[in-house]
Nanobody, 118 residues
Framework: VQLQASGGGLAQAGGSLRLSCAASGNIFPLNVMGWYRQIPGKERDMVAI???????NYSDAVKGRFTISRDDAKNMVYLQMDSLKPEDTAVYYC?????????????WGKGTLVTVFS
């Protein structure tokens, strides 16, 4: 599975950015797609994930400001980021988890940097 993310960049606090991620390869019918972010020196944290049945989960830090969506026909996942804050500055990683059997298999794209300035 290959994941290609795009859409990162610079934004002013209060502004918006939209991340996109295209998935290709051996994508299982049952999967979870989402976004994680990492600040240098810290662990990678979940931002938002979306199941194929339409359910979504968000971290408390972004709930109400970020919206995840997916287009399964195109194997795409998006992250609309509104009301950005400087603390949203991080490298954002697209993730796909193939679900089958007992274990899920995670795949990661290269990160895309989001910088929010005040």
């Amino acid at each position: 599975v290959q994941l290609q993310a795009s859409g990162g960049g610079l934004a002013q606090a209060g502004g918006s950015l939209r991340l996109s991620c295209a998935a290709s390869g051996n994508i299982f019918p049952l999967n979870v797609m989402g976004w994680y972010r990492q600040i240098p020196g810290k662990e990678r944290d979940m931002v938002a994930i979306s199941s194929k049945n339409g359910s979504a989960n968000y971290s408390d830090a972004v709930k109400g400001r970020f919206t995840i969506s997916r287009d399964d026909a195109k194997n795409m996942v998006y992250l609309q980021m509104d009301s950005l804050k400087p603390e949203d500055t991080a490298v954002y990683y697209c993730n796909l988890e193939n679900l089958g059997g007992i274990w899920g298999i995670h795949y990661w794209g290269k990160g895309t940097l989001v910088t929010v300035f005040s």
